[in-house]
């Protein structure tokens, strides 16, 4: 029998732990044996003090054994793709690569989170969509999987409840922004959900935990050991999050932007992104292809309207209007204009993220109630170069008061220079 303070002592003075007794610890925490305030203690110190790559897995491991395991493949009888995201602003992505890779031939069957503070969630933007249900059944989650090829749904309480209780106490705990602790929470659910195959999209800058190419490269790494430890084949993408991701940041204006890339008229970072990660997560799929044949297939999906189809498909199958028309709308649309003439050198993601938050498109506190229909939408983006008084970005706001105060935060989350436009490339580097 462990002793949670004494565990949490030896952690605080840089002992390295054995496996059993940090599998003690988590197992003890999700049957409510330990209390939080032990928990969290035991958070602090791994963040002063880090952990091993043998107690980085043997936490990931208990995280596992805390709930239930799916075994997607042998449902479907195919080799299982997913991708996960670690966070940023802007971030869609899902809700693009979904139907599209699915249009390919290759089943989708994913468990999303909601957002919380300047990060959004994937099911707080299927959920701007009128009548759209994220509550599966797991049975009717493959029997939609088996049957139009995609679902998103939230995540079952029963699969890793560590995570879904040790997340919430570091959310509130000022320990999120950890490697090790980001490494087992995410990769504890993609191999819990059965996946083969992960493409991970690590960001990288202002909007994300990952601050600098050097730290996402080490989560990638920690990630990358970790799924193939558990037999799991894993990519990892390491991408911008220095700036929004895309146009749109905000929930129904996301979705928005997601089905326009599904039909081939997304802004050109995400689709960048976008066919990417398709084709990284088919040519990892039993398909038998490599990654030129999958960009050449999603591009294919995108051009011929499969994609579309799928996508239309897969909002009706989850009680979803798929009309983009049938989206909330905000009563207030505002412009935020050029000071003056110039190039884009910095739009902060965190501004703009808050910006959005602060509308109402994101939760404050997991009691807060989301306004689907407000955000921001930054047409302008970093390398791009303005005259003064042209529209860098739109504002879509409840009431005129808070547009305005999210007029001036999305202006001042532009930095106007005098250097010559270039591009910024979406993917900065890709550990495998
Ligand atoms: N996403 C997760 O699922 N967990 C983390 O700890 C951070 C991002």
């Known amino acids: 029998m462990i002793h949670p303070a004494e565990l949490i002592e030896r952690k605080r003075n840089g002992e390295e732990l054995p496996a059993g007794e940090i599998s003690e610890l988590i197992l003890g925490y999700a049957r409510g044996e330990i209390p939080d305030y032990q928990l969290a203690a035991f958070c602090m110190a791994v963040y002063f003090r880090g952990m091993t790559a043998a107690e980085t897995y043997a936490l990931t491991d208990a995280m596992i054994r805390s709930g239930r395991t799916l075994d997607l493949g042998a449902a479907l009888g195919r080799k299982v793709v997913d991708k996960h995201s670690t966070g940023g602003v802007g971030d869609k992505t899902t809700i693009a690569v979904g139907p599209i890779v699915a249009a390919c031939g290759v089943p989708v069957g994913k468990m999303s989170g909601r957002g919380l503070g300047h990060t959004g969630g994937t099911l707080d933007k299927l959920e701007s969509i009128p009548g759209f249900s994220v509550d599966l059944s797991i049975d009717d989650f493959v029997r939609q999987v088996q049957e139009v090829g995609l679902a998103i749904v939230g995540q079952t309480d029963d699969l890793v409840p560590a995570d879904k209780k040790l997340y919430g106490l570091r959310d509130v705990t000022a320990t999120v922004d950890i490697l090790p602790l980001i490494a087992s929470s995410i990769m504890s659910k993609k191999i819990a959900g059965g996946a083969d195959a992960i493409v991970l999209d690590v960001k990288v800058g202002d909007g994300a935990f990952m601050k600098t190419l050097e730290d996402a490269r080490a989560l990638a790494q920690a990630m990358l050991e970790l799924g193939e430890h558990a ?21 129904s204006l996301e979705i928005a932007e997601a089905r326009d890339t599904v039909r081939g008229e997304g802004p050109p970072d995400f689709t960048e992104l976008v066919l990417d990660a398709c084709a990284r997560l088919l040519s990892l799929s039993d398909l038998g292809i490599d990654e030129d044949e999958g960009r050449r297939r999603a591009e294919a999906a995108v051009g011929d309207g499969s994609a579309l189809a799928v ?5 009706r199958a989850q009680g979803g209007d798929p009309d983009p028309a049938a989206l909330p709308q905000a009563p207030v649309v505002l412009e935020v204009r050029a000071p003056r003439e110039g190039s884009v050198v910095r739009l902060g993601a965190i501004a703009v993220g808050m910006a959005a938050l602060h509308l109402g498109a994101g939760r404050r506190t997991k009691e807060d109630a989301i306004d689907h229909s407000v955000g921001v939408l930054c047409h302008v983006k970093r390398g791009a170069s303005v005259a003064a008084g042209d529209v860098l970005a739109e504002v879509r706001a409840g009431d005129e008061a808070s547009g305005e105060e999210a007029v001036a935060a999305v202006l001042a989350a532009y930095e106007l220079g005098d250097e010559p436009p270039r591009e910024h490339p979406i993917l900065l580097d890709v550990v495998s």
Do not use: F, S
Not at 311 to 315: D, G, L, N, Q, V
């Open 231 to 251: 037999g799991r084949q894993v990519v990892c993408l390491l991408t911008d999050m220095d700036q929004p991701l895309g146009a749109a940041v905000g929930n």
């Open 311 to 315: 996508y239309e498909r897969w909002i």
